[in-house]
């Protein structure tokens, strides 16, 4: 059985960082296309981050370019993203994902398994 649990989010200043954290279970980080995702308040929910598994490509969203860096550590299967120089419109709950199914990260919004998420508000 599949289970994700992230933590790490939290409030932070405009320019400062946080890194989050997901616990993976029930599959391998390195075995699995792998996500992060957020969604703010009366937004869609968007794709931020992913690792593909046929490849081991990385993918950015064109709003966090430069500033996140989404990485896997298979010693302890979980996933991070650690996020720099974050604005005011980076507030959201952040979500982790993964598909079984998946060997790429054109599905990120659609993958099956998700966290129960963690909220990050950067506010001054």
């Known amino acids: 059985q599949v289970q994700l649990v992230e933590s790490g989010g939290g409030l932070v200043q405009p320019g400062g960082s946080l890194r989050l954290s997901c616990a993976a279970s029930g599959f391998k980080v390195d075995y699995n296309a792998i996500g992060w995702l957020r969604q703010a308040p009366g937004k869609e929910r968007e794709g931020v981050s992913c690792i593909s598994n046929n490849r081991g490509i990385t993918y950015y969203a064109d709003s966090v370019k430069g500033r996140f860096t989404m990485s896997r550590d298979s010693s302890t299967n979980t996933m991070y993203l650690q996020m720099n120089n974050l604005k005011p419109e980076d507030t959201a709950v952040y979500y982790c994902?993964?598909?079984?199914?998946?060997?790429?990260?054109?599905?990120?919004?659609?993958?099956?398994?998700w966290g129960q998420g963690t909220q990050v508000t950067v506010s001054s």
């Open positions: 994902s993964t598909d079984q199914y998946a060997s790429d990260c054109q599905g990120l919004l659609d993958f099956d398994s």
